[in-house]
């Protein structure tokens, strides 16, 4: 059986071409230099680094049908998506803060499993890393198939993450553009509409 190679997002050139810019930008705000000999030598550098590593940034769908570009996914909601975890985590923060602080200690340890079907690898990197990164929370595993285990320090925040349903998965859908409606319905084991 054949495998289909189609890429989601940008083209190989349109990646290339960005994943370029950012890595020159970045090597002159490093060096500093701006002599058209350094900028030539920085240039080629990260040309060279660009194609070097372009097969290593291209990661397969969960599915093995499609690809994904390891940079390719749209900044700004990115950005606005990062906005949203630093609130989260203060607030957790200070819940944790609560718990430590109160003489009953009022802890309450669970681990929760719930399965997050998403196509992109990077979307459950992401969302394994905010879960671990907000305090009170760990993410322990991530199975093949998509079934994440949680450590929570309380039943509040497990109740969070029960089903896979919380404003952070929904949001992490919506930066890498993953369709919410399709996640649920094969969680459930129906089709989407």
């Given at each position: 059986?054949?495998?289909n ?8 050139t349109k990646?290339?071409i ?5 890595l ?5 705000l ?5 002599e058209v000999?350094?900028l ?5 550098t990260v040309?060279?680094?660009v194609w ?5 940034l291209?990661?397969?769908?969960e599915d093995?049908?499609?690809?994904f ?10 950005a606005?998506y990062w906005?949203?975890l630093?609130?989260?985590?203060v ?9 430590v602080?109160?003489p ?16 992109n690898?990077l979307?459950h990197a ?7 990164l907000?305090p ?9 198939e ?8 309380t ?5 969070g993450l ?8 929904r949001?992490?859908s ?5 369709n919410?409606?399709e ?7 129906g089709?989407?509409?």
């Amino acid at each position: 059986m054949k495998k289909n190679v189609n890429t989601i997002g940008t083209s190989q050139t349109k990646h290339f071409i960005s994943l370029t810019a950012i890595l020159f930008i970045f090597w002159i705000l490093m060096s500093g230099k701006t002599e058209v000999k350094y900028l030539l030598m920085g240039l080629g550098t990260v040309l060279v680094t660009v194609w070097v590593t372009m097969p290593l940034l291209r990661l397969p769908s969960e599915d093995g049908k499609r690809y994904f570009y390891a940079f390719d996914f749209p900044y700004a909601k990115y950005a606005f998506y990062w906005v949203f975890l630093l609130k989260e985590i203060v607030k957790a923060s200070i819940d944790v803060a609560k718990i430590v602080l109160d003489p009953k200690m009022p802890i309450d340890p669970h681990v929760v499993k719930f399965k997050r079907p998403m196509l992109n690898p990077l979307a459950h990197a992401t969302l394994a890393n905010s879960i671990t990164l907000t305090p009170g929370t760990i993410t322990m595993n991530i199975s093949e198939e998509g079934v994440y285990s949680i450590h929570a320090l309380t039943l509040g925040a497990a109740d969070g993450l029960e089903n896979g349903q919380g404003e952070m998965m929904r949001r992490i859908s919506n930066v890498f553009c993953e369709n919410e409606e399709e996640m649920v319905a094969n969680q459930k084991g129906g089709q989407a509409k």
